[in-house]
């Protein structure tokens, strides 16, 4: 089942909190930044064991990983890395696949519950209408194959939750 709350991703008690981060999985500011600094350094350490081994040229545009929530009140960060928005090429399927891979590795953990910020609509600029399409989208259909039991968007000011519960609504995924 799809909700949206507005509030803050770290916050979540879920199984799972998606990260938006960046190919270095380093960190970096906004969600990234927020996640690393409530969830303490035990995420970093795992973040660079991963650059270390399987991911030594950084984490793909779309592709997800999984590392501890350390301090966090969830069990796992999924990291994905949102693509950068561009108005001279259409990304949407890169955008998409961040959702669909964050709930691939969710459900490979066996996460009954998860926790998406709104991905690529701050640093990366992507248009927050846009965005709520493509990620409400993209989510109601995995979730038509693959049911979890909470899917949350964790929307950050009042302007990202009404756009994304319009698109919710407009979909009949959310009684408005
Ligand atoms: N909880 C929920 N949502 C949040 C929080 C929070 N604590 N902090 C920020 N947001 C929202 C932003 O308002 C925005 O709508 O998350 C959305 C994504 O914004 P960013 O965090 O800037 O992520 P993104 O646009 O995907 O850019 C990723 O920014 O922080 C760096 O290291 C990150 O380089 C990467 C880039």
Redesign the pocket.
């Known amino acids: 089942m799809i909700e949206l709350v507005e509030?803050?991703?770290?916050?979540q008690r879920v199984d799972v909190v998606v990260?938006?981060?960046?190919?270095?999985l380093l960190?970096?500011?906004?969600?990234?930044?927020?996640?690393h600094r409530k969830g303490g350094p035990e995420i970093l350490a795992e973040c660079r064991d991963l650059r270390a081994s399987r991911y030594g040229g950084g984490l793909r545009v779309g592709q997800a990983v999984a590392t501890t929530a350390g301090r966090l009140p969830a069990r796992w960060v999924v990291h994905t890395?949102?693509p950068?928005f561009s108005a001279s090429e259409d990304r949407s399927e890169l955008l998409a696949d961040c959702h669909r891979n964050a709930l691939r590795v969710a459900a490979e953990l066996g996460a009954r519950s998860v926790a998406f910020?709104?991905?690529?609509?701050?640093?990366?600029?992507?248009p927050?209408e846009s965005?709520a399409e493509i990620a409400l989208g993209t989510v109601a259909s995995v979730l038509a194959e693959q049911p979890f039991d909470i899917v949350r968007f964790?929307?950050?000011?009042k302007q990202?939750f009404d756009v994304f519960s319009a698109e919710a609504a407009r979909r009949g995924l959310i009684a408005s």
């Open positions: 509030g803050d991703l770290t916050a990260n938006a981060a960046n190919s270095s960190g970096g500011g906004g969600v990234d930044g927020a996640i890395v949102g950068v910020p709104a991905i690529s609509t701050g640093v990366y600029r992507w927050m965005a964790v929307l950050h000011g990202a």
